[in-house]
Nanobody, 121 residues
Framework: QVQLVESGGGLVQPGGSLRLSCAAS????????MGWYRQAPGKQRELVAT???????TYSDSVKGRFTISRDNTKKTVYLQMNSLKPEDTAVYYC???????????????WGQGTQVTVSS
């Protein structure tokens, strides 16, 4: 099986920073991409940033210039550095991995359990 374990969420004041981490473990053959999504109350889950193994990084327009995604491939870990946080960034942040593994040769999306980020004074 495959597990994605997130950490780093919490409460921060507007203008502050947080760093999220997500480590993938288990039966993994190939990771094609890792990224972050978020879901605010009453809204659909949306892409925040994604970093393919062999392609260019994608950011949502709402976080460009404020958030930075990075990966440590040796640790199978993806990070999200969030700066200049705004109240509208408040959401549950989910880690996503597009990978082949999980005991099969199939390629699937896997999700973390989510970590709450609250931006409030």
């Amino acid at each position: 099986q495959v597990q994605l374990v997130e950490s780093g969420g919490g409460l921060v004041q507007p203008g502050g920073s947080l760093r999220l981490s997500c480590a993938a473990s288990g039966s993994i053959i190939t990771i094609f991409a890792m990224g972050w999504y978020r879901q605010a109350p009453g809204k659909q889950r949306e892409l925040v940033a994604t970093r393919p193994s062999g392609g260019s990084t994608t950011y949502s327009d709402s976080v460009k210039g404020r958030f930075t995604i990075s990966r440590d491939n040796t640790k199978k870990t993806v990070y999200l550095q969030m700066n200049s946080l705004k109240p509208e960034d408040t959401a549950v942040y989910y880690c996503n991995a597009d990978l082949r593994g999980g005991g099969t040769w199939l390629r699937n999306d896997y999700w973390g359990q989510g970590t709450q980020v609250t931006v409030s004074s």
